[in-house]
Structures are given as C-alpha cells and as structure tokens.
C-alpha cells in the first residue's frame, strides 16, 4: 500500500487565500518532503522537514509535521494563481514512498 | 543548462516492442531513480541507482532494466511492453541516498502510449 496519501485530493480556492494540503503516512520515517508538479512536468522539490522537526517555513509555505499522528500538513498563504498545480508529499524510510497528490486550482 | 534530461518526451509504440528511454543529470549526483506515474498520479520508485549499483529494486516486471553507463546515465530499457506500461516515467537524481542529502531533482517525464 502507498506510505504517503494526501488529502484533499483536490482543492479549489480564490487567488489570496490560504491553501492547507494534509499528509498521512504508515511507517516511521527519517524526513517528509514536499513537491510541486505542474501540469505535464516533472517534480520539483519544494521543502524538508526532518523526523526531529515540527515546523519549518520557506517564504510562503509553512510546513508542520506530527510523528505522533504520522501526519504533515503544507500551508501555502496568500496562494497566486502561479501556484496551481498538483502537490505531493513524500515520505523516506528506507526508500522513498510519493503519494497521489493534492491538485491545487487557484483561481484568479 | 537543464539538470536532469530525458528522451523522448513522448514514445507511442506497438505492444511486444522493445524501447528505451535515456536520462541524463549533469549535477554531479550520486543517485539516480526511475519512477512510474500511472493514470491516477500515484508516482512508484522502480529503481534507484548509486555510484552504478542498483540499491533498490521495487516488485517490476524483469521486463524492465535500467542500465548506467556512468554515474551521469541512467537508461531504462522495456522489453515486451504491455498495454499496462502506458504512463508517465520520471527520471530523477539526489546527491546521494543518505538522509540531508536525498532531495530529489525530476527529469521532465517522458509519456509512454502503448497500443
């Protein structure tokens, strides 16, 4: 079964609103990464945040992860329409588990 | 400049055929994966490859082996494509498998139809 799910699967909100995509995964891990895909492009690494760590910022994007609950959660703020596209988290233990992705509309 | 390459970006062919599809990273890395994104965007590691030795093998047909001429290559070979194999396949590089330093550079997919 997948390690890593995301939740929503999609997600459609106006341009300056906030964005909150939730990932679940199984196993225990060594970090939680968090990627971008636009329509029809390979991914691109967005940030990481390791096991020992809760929270972690990069510009707009602010990411919490709870071990506890095995879970992580990736809050886009003040989203633009540029910011549509599909988002995945990954999960590493031994190897590297993606999820199916959240597909993000912001709508201008 | 790009950092890591793939051809083609598309290949349509007939079931039974045999293709290839090649991967380039001029990064300097150490790792290179191979990754299925299937219709429903679930993104599969296949292989990964480090200092040219396959380190990770997920459940794929035998059907399927890469094959690294130099740390910098990463090609994927299909024999006998099946209907099954239609998606969408990654390449990707990180400078090594080791926790820190495992952040993964994607290749832009190549779009495998086939008939």
């Known amino acids: 079964s997948q390690q890593g799910e995301e939740d929503p699967q999609a997600l459609s909100i106006q341009e300056g609103e906030n964005a909150t995509m939730n990932c679940s995964y199984k196993t225990s891990i060594n970090n939680l990464q968090w990627y971008r895909q636009n329509s029809g492009r390979g991914l691109v690494h967005l940030i990481l945040?390791?096991?020992?760590?809760r929270e972690k910022h990069s510009g707009r994007l602010r990411v919490t992860l709870d071990t506890s609950k095995k879970s992580s959660s990736l809050l886009i703020t003040a989203s633009r329409a540029a910011d549509t596209a599909s988002y995945f988290c990954?999960?590493?233990?031994?190897?590297?588990?993606f999820g199916s992705g959240t597909k993000l509309n912001v709508k201008p | 400049d790009t950092a890591v390459s793939q051809t083609p970006k598309y290949l349509v062919t007939q079931m039974g055929n045999d293709k290839s599809i090649k991967c380039e990273q001029n990064?300097?890395?150490?790792?290179m994966y191979w990754y299925k994104q299937d219709s429903k965007k679930f993104l599969k590691i296949m292989f990964s490859y480090n200092n040219k030795e396959l380190i990770i093998n997920e459940t794929v047909p035998n059907r399927f082996s890469p094959k690294s001429p130099d740390k910098a290559h990463l090609n994927l070979h299909i024999n006998s494509l099946e209907l099954g194999d239609s998606a969408v396949y990654f390449c990707?590089?990180?400078?090594?498998?080791?926790?820190?330093?495992?952040?993964?550079?994607f290749g832009p997919g190549t779009r495998l139809t086939v008939l």
């Open positions: 990954a999960t590493r233990s031994k190897e590297f588990y």
């Open positions: 990064l300097g890395h150490d790792t």
């Open positions: 990707a590089s990180s400078q090594d498998l080791r926790e820190g330093v495992d952040t993964q550079y």
């Open positions: 945040i390791r096991s020992n760590e």
